[in-house]
């Protein structure tokens, strides 16, 4: 779902398709700002430096990522049109409206404004000469509004308008729609060593104050508003999110924080990352009291906490995740690291943060492999947890699917309250945590063979499940209907079930370099009541299992 905004500077792009998105309760991307985060320079900046041409390859490429998110309002630049490849994609993907105004309406709104290189060289001929030359690109949209005489407040109503009409079911409460951050909030206590805890809810970004001043009020933590705050982030998800955040941290105490941009993805997980953190700390002088808010998916969580970790030996982390595997699983239980030498997670230190917030609207946005990567953790955590939380997310797998919020609170607390009791139990994960690599050694192995550039995490952890179920049946401890019943909760949540076919020496040469194998290959495997742990499992068997996951042999026939 998405709906691309298009039109001349000065049409009301960014600003009615803010008020709009509000409107709707969907996220909001306005590909300037996102290409501005990811180059680390104003608009004005990108044109004198790089030149038109650069800052189009920019557009285009902040455009297709727009294209691979799940919902999402964007705000185009003026001339985004001009390439046919951005046309094609725009129109393929989703709605495109066309913010059209008259001439004069365009040149008072957009002269004499900063952030408006073009406007400013062109001058006002040049500008209309310009506005006519795009205009047979803008006519290619499929909806048109005119903005001259409406305001920001009006053209807002009716952008709503066209996409309530095209995907009536989009904006109601239950599934995305923007609510009220009130009463439906759970709190999950994480006794580690200092204690801490999870909010879950949805649109807690902008609820900010509420839950800061309960922390202030906790005397172990006792942040104050003169500490300093260093926001580290992706320019994605500050693009998306950033706002909302914005106006809490100020409300908070926190006004005009300092933002440090990392690689989205893994690429943030790396020592040049991670020394770039350390010097943006002392550039804003951080000291001991200070704290770092870290906004983003599991990897983003992973290096910050270790920057926070390590700087003045170690500060307090505040996570905001804001993808499904950080929420349910990478933010909570103290795990940072950065990858090296080619091996994931090898360089780290157990840092717990201070606090959590899971504002699950946030997942609104995400794009649907990555929300199905982390459907794999929490089939996951279902599985090891047994049978409750199994039929729950069962009964409720439509509103899982369509990540209706008061549904993913529930899921994110049931996950985090069973990581909690492991954490609980084994802090620095000596063993006890093991349980929780349920899926994962052959997971790892998957992602591994297909040189990490294969699915996502979840997806090979959930193929890992699948595979662990049917050394399972081999070995006696699950009969064909538990097996059945593991297979058809993956399904459920579109999660791999098989793999293409693997070369089994390699898969269990990777097996026994997984670091958890401490010197024997230890599976975690699912029983009738849970999960259990064997280091005594023949060779033959597993290569059995791993035949019967690559021939894509299901369960049922
Ligand atoms: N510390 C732990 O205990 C632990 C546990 C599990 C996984 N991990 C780590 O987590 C990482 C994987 O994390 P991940 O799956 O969250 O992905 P990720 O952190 O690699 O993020 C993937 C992409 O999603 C984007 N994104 C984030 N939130 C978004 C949103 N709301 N809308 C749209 N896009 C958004 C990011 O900017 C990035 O481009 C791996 O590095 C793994 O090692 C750590």
Redesign the pocket.
């Known amino acids: 779902m998405q709906v691309f905004l298009t039109g001349f500077m000065g049409a009301g792009k960014s600003t009615a398709g803010e008020r709009a998105a509000a409107m709707l309760g969907w ?1 909001f991307l306005d590909t300037d700002r996102l290409v501005a985060a990811r180059v680390n320079m104003s608009i004005d900046e990108i044109f004198a430096v790089r030149g038109e041409q650069g800052f189009r390859r920019y557009e285009s490429s902040a455009l297709r990522e727009a294209a691979r ?1 799940s919902q999402v309002l964007v705000a185009t630049g003026g001339g985004a049109v001009l390439c046919s490849a951005n046309r094609s994609l725009m129109q393929r993907k989703g709605i495109v409206i066309w913010l059209r105004a008259d001439p004069d309406t365009l040149w008072l709104r957009s002269s004499g404004k900063t952030g408006r290189p073009l406007a400013a060289r062109l001058g006002r001929d040049g500008f209309v000469q310009l506005l006519v030359e795009r205009v047979p690109f803008y006519a290619q949209s499929h909806y048109v509004i005119d903005t001259s005489v409406l305001s920001v407040e009006e053209t807002a109503r009716q952008i709503a308008e066209i996409v309530r009409k095209a995907w009536p079911h989009a904006s109601a409460p239950a599934v995305g729609g923007r609510k009220e951050p009130a009463g439906s909030e759970r709190v999950i206590p994480v006794p580690a060593k200092p204690p801490y805890e999870v909010i879950a809810g949805p649109g807690l970004f902008r609820a900010l104050p509420q839950w800061w001043g309960r922390w202030e009020k906790r005397p172990a933590l006792e942040y104050s508003q003169t500490h300093r705050l260093a926001v580290v982030t ?1 320019p ?2 500050w693009s ?2 950033g706002k909302e955040l914005e106006t809490g941290l100020a409300q908070a105490g926190y006004p005009s924080s300092p933002v440090v941009f990392l690689p ?3 690429k ?2 790396t020592p040049g990352q991670l020394q770039r953190l350390w010097e943006a700390f002392t550039s804003f002088h951080l000291d001991r009291q200070s704290i770092v808010l870290a906004v ?7 290096v910050a ?1 270790f920057a926070a970790a390590t700087y003045m030996r170690g500060i307090a982390a505040v996570f905001l ?6 929420q349910v ?5 103290g ?3 950065i990858d090296y030498a080619g091996v ?2 090898l360089v780290g230190v157990f840092h717990q943060p201070a606090h959590v917030v899971a504002d699950v609207h ?6 649907q492999t ?1 929300y199905r ?2 459907l794999g ?1 929490v089939a996951k955590y279902a599985i090891i947890a047994g049978d409750g939380f199994r039929q729950w997310l069962w009964v409720h797998r439509r509103e899982v699917l369509a990540r209706a919020e008061d549904t993913l609170v529930e899921v994110v607390a049931r996950c985090l309250e069973i990581k909690a009791s492991f954490v609980a139990a084994d802090e620095h994960d000596t063993g006890l945590r093991q349980a929780l690599n349920l899926g994962h050694t052959f997971g790892h192995a998957f992602e591994a063979a297909a040189g990490f550039r294969g699915p ?3 997806l090979a952890v959930a193929a890992g499940i699948a595979t662990a179920a049917r050394l399972a049946q081999m070995l006696g401890l699950l009969d064909q209907d538990g097996v059945d019943g593991i297979i058809d909760l993956l399904r459920a949540f579109r999660l791999p079930t098989t793999v293409r076919p693997v070369d089994e020496d390699t898969i269990l040469a990777l097996m026994s370099h997984d670091k958890k194998s401490r010197g024997r290959l230890r599976l975690v495997l699912p029983t009738r009541a849970g999960v259990i742990e064997r280091d005594d499992i023949e060779e033959g068997l597993i290569r059995r299992a791993l035949k019967a996951s690559c021939k894509g042999v299901q369960a049922k026939g």
């Open positions: 996220p998110l992706t994605l998800v998306l999110w989205e993805g893994e943030a997980k983003g998916g599991g990897a983003l969580t992973d906490g995740p804001t993808t499904l595997l950080g699983d990478a933010a909570v239980g795990k940072t690291a994931k997670n946030v997942l609104t946005s995400l794009p990555l990567s982390g953790e996502q995490h979840g």
